[in-house]
């Protein structure tokens, strides 16, 4: 479909401010330069996108689908949206870049939550809970 949405991209005239970057890795340079990340995913059983961008302190909207629910709390650390409401879509994605301040906000209390709940130390924190106090001993 790339061709297809290049045509529409022309043909709105956002050629200069659309960038269909394919698989990019690292991604992180690429996240930096974006002022919002949108995941308008039907189905994503965890969403690495949004673990990727929130730690970089990128405002995102992302559908309220599979995993990613579990790194994005609607509007708190980010903008969550039902997978195929394209109107709310459209208000959404408005709405974050209207209100850049307050999504930039968002995104930064996503970022303290994703790292303090899906970093190396937090994951072994809760391996050791699991596996009971004398693990270590």
């Known amino acids: 479909m790339r061709q297809d949405i290049e045509a529409r991209i022309n ?3 956002l050629r200069d401010r659309v960038l ?6 690292p991604l992180a340079p690429l996240l930096k330069c974006a002022d919002l990340v949108v995941m ?11 673990s990727e961008a929130l730690p970089l302190g990128i405002p995102v ?3 309220r689908t599979g995993g990613i ?3 994005i709390e609607d509007g708190r650390t980010g903008i969550l949206v039902g997978p195929n ?3 709310q879509w459209v208000k959404c994605i408005s709405y974050a870049l209207e209100n850049i301040e307050k ?3 968002m995104a930064m209390e996503g ?7 899906f970093s190396i130390e937090a994951n072994v924190d809760r391996l050791l809970a699991l596996a009971g106090s004398n693990v270590m001993s």
């Open 103 to 105: 999504s930039r906000a």
């Open 20 to 25: 269909l970057a394919g698989f990019v890795q």
């Open 11 to 13: 043909a709105l005239g």
């Open 85 to 87: 409401d394209i109107g």
């Open 69 to 71: 629910p579990e790194t």
């Open 61 to 63: 909207v992302a559908s």
């Open 40 to 50: 308008p995913s039907t189905f994503e059983p965890l969403g690495m996108a949004q």
């Open 111 to 117: 970022r303290r939550y994703v790292r303090s709940r």
